[in-house]
């Protein structure tokens, strides 16, 4: 009816319309090829069938097809595709909006949002393979809270996997770059761990100028290497750290004119980063919220978990439905708990036995069923889960090492991470022996199973290990950031009505400080914003704690607060809100320390920061 009434229009006025010549020739083409089609209110949608749609499903009648796409887009082998049971409407959208964007050579943002264990992972997973199987280059990244602050940790990660290893060289440089950013290449030695020398342009840049320059650059690479099709995957994209929200921000409003795909899960709250949501809102973009799974999914999801070929008995359906809660991952905790305590015993697909369900017991909570997984492993597995756990959601097969209490378990800790690997506890990164827990929630569960003390005494020594080795490690601004980072853990460990030691909260200010200072150095002004407000929370804590017999040593720091007041006032000026420690408790503590150390009677008069 539109085109017949646009036809009539376009008699009246005797002119031709560009739309119209465009839906004729494809028409056309429609016609050669002996095609048919339907047309939607606001324009064509050339449909094509689904990979994942039976064949005669109308979901496959309504698919898309591109007549420009390569053959690899429309014929894909399915066997290379992840299952995924149960969200079917959302493994259907996402598909035809890759094979659209695909087709049409432009790239694409792609968004899953949800809460914790409703298998967001495994629909980008799904994404990642119907890209890889149509010759894009896909690269992944799970983003971790400990390393939130790390400028450039996330995006760093991506471009030492894509930059290759003889970039340095001019020739190679000029494949990359424009030719008037080559001379400033240097500027990401701090990003790619590289100690490339500087040049004269470089030299005359501010470090705040090679931040800016570092942020292009990375952006540059990137561009030029998404040429071919290029998937960039992120879970967790909640923690990612500043300076890489702002390499996506800039890659996203240029999506259109490469075929680069930025896919990310991420938890949508109100401190979601701005970046991600405006992301979300652009042309070429796809949102997609996963919620808890309606009761009639569950069946076909339980009976993969516990290999069943036909349908689930209805006492089992009764166990887990209610305790599942629409959560795959609850679901499959609880699968697994059956299958380990033989209370469910499958032979050939078929169940063998069922044991006592406990219909009538208490719901248990996520947390408790990943915990019983976690006590079903042998002791000293354990052991070595719950000691990685308090490096955090990531850590190293070296540092576990270092730390590890029991030097008699260190030559088979490898053994152990290979069976939390076979288990789906963690999975290996794309470092060489790093590992990352398989969700925040197990890695919590894991943490919580260990003793008050045992916290303490693992912060420290870490927190210790990390500042005396930092010296021989390629990324100190990261071990920095890693240092505070243990001793803030380590001081939230306490019992709010117990006071951590003096000294113990004097190395955290220091820790928070340095970090402080290496962020705001390096311009990261959100990042040195939080370790400078930390830094002034616990300087309060010290402040009120005049039973200490150290209570005035704080001269030994005065350097440090005051370098972190003196940056307060750039912060402010970048966040556009005020950053400040309490004036009278701050300068009370360095005017009373000094006067102390010099046998003086302490000043009336306040003295100002400025003033000192």
């Known amino acids: 009816r539109d085109r017949k009434k646009e036809k009539e229009k376009e008699k009246e006025e005797g002119k031709s319309s560009p739309l119209k010549e465009e839906r004729e020739d494809k028409g056309k083409e429609r ?42 887009s429309s014929m894909i082998d399915e066997s290379k595709l992840p299952l995924v049971i149960g969200r079917k409407e959302e493994k259907h959208k996402l598909e035809l909006f890759l094979r659209r964007q695909i087709a049409k050579k432009e790239g694409g943002s792609v968004s899953i949002l949800g809460e914790e264990g409703l298998g967001k992972a495994l629909l980008l997973s799904y994404c990642k393979a119907i890209a890889g199987a149509t010759n894009v280059k896909v690269l992944e990244f799970t983003c971790v809270s400990q390393h939130s602050s790390t400028p450039f940790y996330a995006i760093g990660a991506i471009l030492r996997q894509i930059v290759p290893s003889d970039w340095g060289t001019e020739d190679k440089l000029k494949e990359l770059l424009s030719e008037e950013r080559v001379p400033y290449f240097n500027c990401l030695n701090e990003v790619l761990f590289t100690s490339l020398p500087e040049s004269a342009q470089s030299k005359e840049l501010t470090r705040r100028d090679k ?60 401190d979601t980063p701005s970046s991600l949501v405006r992301m979300m809102q652009l042309r070429n973009s796809i949102s997609v919220n996963v919620g808890p799974l309606a009761p009639e999914t569950l069946n076909p999801l339980i009976r993969h978990f516990l290999g069943l070929k036909g349908d689930v008995p209805d006492d089992v359906m009764e166990y887990i439905q209610p305790r599942a809660q629409g959560f795959s991952m609850f679901a499959q905790e609880l699968c697994i708990g059956l299958l380990e305590s033989k209370t469910v ?52 097969l070296v540092l576990l090492r270092n730390v590890y209490p029991i030097e008699e378990e260190v030559p088979l800790l490898k053994r152990h991470l290979i069976l939390l690997e076979k288990k789906a506890f963690i999975r290996k990164t794309h470092q060489v022996n790093v590992y990352t827990f398989i969700s925040p929630l197990i890695h919590e569960a894991a943490y919580s199973l260990l003793l008050f003390k045992q916290r303490l005494q693992l912060h420290e020594k870490l927190a210790t290990f990390l500042q005396d080795s930092s010296h021989e490690t390629d990324d100190p601004i990261a071990v920095a950031h890693m240092v505070a980072y243990h001793w803030v853990k380590l001081l939230d460990s306490y019992d709010p009505n117990s006071q951590p030691p003096f000294e113990t909260l004097k190395k955290a200010i220091c820790s928070l400080c340095d970090a402080g200072a290496l962020s705001s150095r390096q311009y990261s002004i959100r990042e040195a914003a939080r370790y400078f407000n930390s830094g002034g929370h616990f300087l309060g804590e010290v402040n009120r704690r005049k039973d200490q017999p150290d209570y005035f040593a704080l001269n030994l720091i005065d350097s440090r607060v005051l370098y972190l007041q003196l940056n307060s006032m750039k912060v402010s000026s970048h966040l556009g809100s005020t950053f400040f420690l309490e004036e009278k408790s701050a300068s009370t503590l360095t005017t009373v320390g000094k006067n102390k150390a010099e046998g003086k009677k302490p000043e009336k008069k306040k003295r100002r920061w400025a003033d000192q």
């Open 31 to 72: 016609e050669e090829r002996g095609e048919k089609g339907k047309e939607e209110e606001e324009g064509e949608n050339i449909s094509v069938p689904s990979v994942s749609s039976p064949p005669n499903s109308p979901q496959r009648e309504r698919g898309v097809k591109f007549s420009d796409a390569p053959q690899s």
């Open 211 to 270: 931040k800016i320059m570092a942020t292009d650059l990375a952006i540059e690479i990137i561009l030029s290497l998404s040429k071919e099709g290029l998937f960039l995957a992120f879970e967790n994209a909640h923690w990612m750290d500043f300076n890489s929200l702002s390499v996506m921000e800039s890659l996203t409003e240029r999506i259109d004119m490469v075929p680069l795909f930025l896919g990310v899960t991420l938890q949508q709250t109100a």
């Open 345 to 396: 015993v499958i032979k050939d697909g078929e169940i063998e036995s069922v044991g006592d369900l406990s219909l009538n017991a208490p719901i248990p909570t996520l947390m408790s069923v990943i915990q019983s997984g976690i006590n079903r492993l042998p002791n000293s597995t354990q052991m070595a889960m719950k000691i990685a756990s308090v490096i955090g959601e990531e850590f190293s």
